[in-house]
């Protein structure tokens, strides 16, 4: 990938990071630029989240840096950070039941004093947001009584309203940056469409730069433009969608034999496993 | 002297002398009786108990004491088998007792002895007439007899002429402290209207202010001892980890409370000793430090 | 789309404010009904009559002195025993810790119990050895505490706090189990009866003197709430929205350890508090804690006046430790929460 480091919004420099002395993530470069769609690929345990974790500053890395912007994560405090980047964790629980505005409410939270009160134009803000995932009709409901889609979708729309700028602050988000874990694992084919729409509304619409990271070979080919395949930790391929999804790849990463087809409807590509390697 | 007085003289005399053959054979045939019952290694874990052993005579029957026990001095030397809450069953037998005394709450403890065919000497916790009751009951068992009885009449002489001595003065209200935080008037842990302590109060001449509770420790709140208004308040410790000392060097307590007539006059007392918290043949004793402090001037 | 029905509503608006206002002013009401309250029967005018000297006048005595600092200490233990509880329960994300999981009031009961059975008469400017004593052995808990879970490098580890707090609970019981046995039968039973908790301070000394630790932690309090809401997605999911979570864990933990320990020493290890109202108080108002945190003080500080008066009335003249009477609601209690998680 031949791209100028200083075009870069998001950008992982030869991270590593290793948890009590055993490597999860070595050496890896990731080069995100405004509106580009990432797809992060590998089995399980291959770094996929900790990864992630990197990107939005959450983990420090051992060795190497992650810069937004071109500034370096920990010179940027949380809630800056929290402004223009926002992750979408791979599963969320509530201890204690908040209704829908309230969990979309607490993507407002970088945005506002530690003694401030959400105004109107928070309420407003989640408003499109939760308009924006399909999810307004749910508005005051009580969290925990939604089904895995759907509170997949609220997360969204919090992670969204977290980004969105306010007048309060000046610092506009103008690049805002959505990270996912695994957006559409444990969600049926239905909620998986309905996800993928979102995020491409979100690409085309909004212009939020997505990485995701996920096990769905053909979610990830039908949204994200650019592939990271990770294997143990380490990217073994990395580019645009159609050179990286190839058969070799696939094997080399799953150790499956598979077919990699254009798909005719769609014209997207499509990966159907057929046998062990 | 005619012959009608020498007999009236003879039938009185010969009266006597019946009675004294009488009493000679009858405490002869206790003591012979009783020769077969006399316990002569006797464990003790109440140390009232240990004490009236030692004060009829019987300290050389006893050869085990409670981890507690402090007087007298004999004491001092021999083993430590325990006390209420933890008796050391094994240390008990290995010392081959063969009268035992124990708390009669000491239910374990007691099936323990049964069981082991050793006998037991059950102690509750009464009033004064019943230490000296238990006083007598432990001269027949010891063959003390004689001097059990006149330990124990000591006891009640003295308590009578204490009683006399403070007869003539008005009765205080008296608040009987057994303990409570130090340095503060918290938890405060009172006499009640039953037991030995309570008999103390009464015949040192005063009216425990808790008299009408029926049990033997009271609990009163900063507002119980304000509405009970007692005219003195004696607190008694033992002596131990609170020395006299400590005692006088702590402020006074009570001088929050300044209602009541007993900070008001100035009447708060300290007092310590094994002797106040002990119901064993001491008692009198304690009753009269207790009467003195009343009234002094009982005692001029 | 319908958004006339659906529109979210206002998360915290002056409702809330209201509400809370409403429950203010009920807390003070039924705290102020409790020096009323009392087995003995007071001549009223006479407790106010200023002619007659406070050294003499009984009932201004059993007013001012037994009853008003009984029922000020109850509202403030009572209060910050149930905001430690709402706090450590968003800390730990477990409805079912409590002020007392984390060993601070074990510490503090081992440093009063070790006072009052070895007496030593500490006395440090007017305030007595057991309140101070029971500080020290809560300051020395939470250190421990502290010090043991923040060894990780990633900050402060809610199972470690938890595992920590857990191990010096049984610890501490087991040497305050030793102190008891060394201590003669008298000294045993007022160790007992300490446990059971006791309001009746009698004196305004131990408030002034708990009253700038009560501050701080309300301090720490006041910080807290919307981060302990997003602290229920978890450390990451509150990291990702802007959450300064190692910073929000640790003011957490030290405000709600000071609390306790600070009620501890006033009061005694009295139980239940910690947990009955922030429950009774999330189910009726939900689970926003810039309501919940606030209301909780309000409501903790009713209940344990409300628990002390049925303390001292219901066997009348004898009175009840009033950590028997939030035992006798907490027991069901805690087994109707275990019932209905099901």
């Known amino acids: 990938m031949t791209v100028g480091k200083s075009d870069a919004l998001l950008c992982a420099n030869a991270v590593s990071y290793a948890y009590q002395s055993i490597p999860v993530i070595s050496d890896v470069t990731v080069?995100?630029?405004?509106?580009?769609?990432?797809?992060?690929?590998?089995?399980?345990?291959?770094?996929?989240?900790?990864?992630?974790?990197?990107?939005?500053?959450?983990?420090?890395?051992?060795?190497?840096?992650?810069?937004l912007n071109g500034i370096k994560l920990d010179q940027l405090g949380r809630r800056a950070i929290a402004r223009q980047l926002a992750l979408v964790p791979q599963e969320t629980a509530l201890v204690f039941d908040y209704s829908v505005s309230e969990v979309a409410l607490m993507g407002r939270y970088s945005h506002l004093d530690t003694f401030a009160n959400e105004t109107q134009e928070d309420l407003d803000i989640i408003e499109q947001c939760l308009l924006v995932t399909g999810t307004l009709d749910l508005a005051n409901r009580l969290f925990s009584t939604l089904s895995g889609g759907e509170k997949q979708r609220v997360v969204i729309a919090s992670a969204l309203a977290q980004l969105m700028p306010s007048s309060a602050n000046s610092i506009a988000a103008t690049d805002p940056v959505l990270l996912l874990d695994e957006p559409t694992t444990s969600l049926d084919l239905r909620y998986q469409l309905l996800i993928a729409e979102v995020l491409q509304k979100l690409r085309g619409q909004q212009t939020v730069t997505l990485v995701l990271s996920t096990h769905d070979l053909n979610f990830a080919a039908g949204l994200c433009d650019q592939l990271i395949l990770l294997r143990e930790g380490k990217i073994i391929a990395s580019g645009p969608t159609e050179s990286v999804l190839t058969a070799e790849h696939v094997r080399e990463l799953y150790g499956i034999d598979a077919d990699v087809t254009n798909h005719q409807k769609t014209g997207r590509l499509l990966v159907v496993p057929i046998k062990e390697a | 002297m005619n012959i009608a007085d020498g007999n009236k003289l003879l039938r009185c005399h010969s009266r006597w002398f019946f009675l004294a053959i009488t009493f000679f054979l009858w405490t002869a045939a206790s003591h012979l009786g009783a020769q077969g019952d006399i316990s002569k290694r006797i464990v003790s874990i109440v140390p009232a108990v240990t004490e009236m052993l030692f004060e009829?005579?019987?300290?050389?029957?006893?050869?085990?004491?409670?981890?507690?026990?402090?007087?007298?001095?004999?004491?001092?030397s021999l083993p430590r088998v325990g006390a209420l809450l933890d008796p050391n069953i094994?240390?008990?037998?290995?010392?081959?007792?063969?009268?035992?005394?124990?708390?009669?709450?000491?239910?374990?403890?007691i099936e323990q002895?049964?069981?082991?065919?050793?006998?037991?000497?059950?102690?509750?916790?009464?009033?004064?007439?019943?230490?000296?009751?238990?006083?007598?009951?432990?001269?027949?068992?010891?063959?003390?007899?004689?001097?059990?009885?006149?330990?124990?009449?000591?006891?009640?002489?003295?308590l009578q002429s204490i009683r006399t001595r403070v007869s003539k003065y008005p009765k205080p209200k008296v608040l009987l402290v057994l303990g409570r935080e130090p340095d503060t008037i918290r938890n405060v842990y009172a006499s009640g209207g039953i037991g030995f302590l309570n008999d103390m109060v009464t015949a040192a001449g005063g009216i425990n202010v808790f008299a009408h509770i029926q049990n033997e420790a009271v609990r009163p709140t900063a507002e119980g001892v304000l509405a009970a208004s007692p005219d003195v308040i004696i607190e008694i410790r033992a002596e131990g980890l609170l020395s006299p000392t400590t005692t006088s060097n702590q402020p006074n307590v009570w001088d929050a409370l300044s209602a009541i007539p007993a900070v008001q006059k100035d009447r708060v007392y300290f007092l310590t000793g094994s002797d106040l918290v002990v119901p064993g043949p001491r008692v009198a004793k304690a009753t009269e430090r207790l009467a003195r402090t009343l009234h002094p001037s009982a005692f001029k | 789309m319908p958004t006339g029905l659906n529109h979210p509503k206002a998360a915290f608006s002056y409702r809330s404010y209201s509400t809370l206002i409403a429950l203010g002013l009920a807390a003070v009401s039924i705290c102020a009904i409790g020096p009323i309250i009392g087995p003995t029967p007071i001549n009223w005018r006479a407790v106010f009559d200023r002619t007659i000297p406070f050294a003499e006048n009984v009932d201004a005595q059993i007013f001012f002195i037994a009853r008003l600092p009984r029922s000020i200490a109850g509202a403030l233990v009572g209060a910050a025993l149930a905001s430690a509880g709402v706090v450590l329960q968003a800390l730990f994300r477990n409805p079912l810790a409590t002020p007392f999981t984390l060993g601070v009031s074990s510490g503090a009961s081992l440093g009063a119990l070790l006072v009052v059975i070895i007496g030593?008469?500490?006395?440090?400017?007017?305030?007595?050895?057991?309140?101070?004593?029971?500080?020290?052995?809560?300051?020395?808990?939470?250190?421990?505490?502290?010090?043991?879970?923040?060894?990780?490098?990633?900050?402060?580890?809610?199972?470690?706090?938890?595992?920590?707090?857990?191990?010096?609970?049984?610890?501490?019981?087991?040497?305050?189990?030793?102190?008891?046995?060394?201590?003669?039968?008298?000294?045993?039973?007022?160790?007992?009866?300490?446990?059971?908790?006791?309001?009746?301070?009698?004196?305004?000394?131990?408030?002034?003197?708990?009253?700038?630790?009560?501050?701080?932690?309300?301090?720490g309090f006041s910080w807290l709430p919307r981060a302990l809401n997003l602290l229920t997605l978890g450390s990451t999911g509150a990291a990702a929205r802007g959450v300064n979570v190692l910073q929000t864990q640790r003011i957490a933990f030290l405000s709600a350890s000071l609390a306790t320990g600070a009620a501890v020493s006033l009061g005694g290890p009295i139980g239940f508090v910690g947990i009955i109202v922030p429950h009774i108080v999330r189910l009726l108002l939900g689970s926003d804690h810039r309501l919940v945190l606030p209301a909780s003080a309000f409501a903790g500080a009713a209940f344990l006046v409300t628990c002390d008066v049925a303390a001292r009335t219901l066997m009348s003249p004898l009175e009840l430790p009033v950590g028997v009477i939030t035992a006798i609601l907490g027991g069901p209690f805690f087994l109707w929460l275990l019932v209905r998680s099901k």
Not at chain 2, 144 to 157: D, L, P
């Open chain 2, 56 to 76: 009829i005579g019987a300290g050389e029957q006893v050869v085990g004491i409670s981890s507690f026990a402090s007087y007298p001095n004999d004491v001092k």
């Open chain 2, 90 to 109: 094994e240390r008990i037998l290995s010392l081959k007792p063969d009268l035992v005394v124990l708390h009669n709450s000491q239910t374990d403890a």
């Open chain 3, 120 to 219: 030593a008469p500490l006395a440090i400017s007017g305030l007595p050895a057991v309140p101070l004593a029971s500080f020290a052995g809560a300051v020395g808990a939470i250190s421990i505490v502290y010090v043991l879970a923040r060894s990780r490098r990633q900050g402060l580890s809610t199972s470690i706090l938890l595992l920590s707090g857990v191990t010096l609970n049984s610890l501490f019981s087991a040497i305050i189990m030793f102190v008891q046995y060394l201590a003669d039968y008298t000294e045993s039973f007022q160790a007992v009866r300490y446990l059971m908790g006791n309001l009746d301070v009698s004196s305004y000394t131990p408030i002034v003197w708990a009253l700038p630790l009560l501050i701080v932690a309300g301090i």
């Open chain 2, 113 to 158: 002895m049964r069981r082991g065919g050793i006998e037991v000497f059950l102690y509750r916790h009464g009033g004064i007439s019943d230490a000296t009751e238990m006083v007598r009951r432990l001269g027949r068992r010891t063959g003390r007899t004689i001097k059990a009885m006149m330990v124990a009449k000591q006891v009640e002489v003295k």
């Open chain 1, 31 to 67: 080069t995100a630029k405004s509106g580009d769609c990432i797809g992060l690929l590998g089995p399980n345990g291959s770094g996929k989240t900790t990864l992630l974790h990197l990107l939005a500053g959450l983990i420090a890395p051992v060795s190497g840096s992650v810069e």
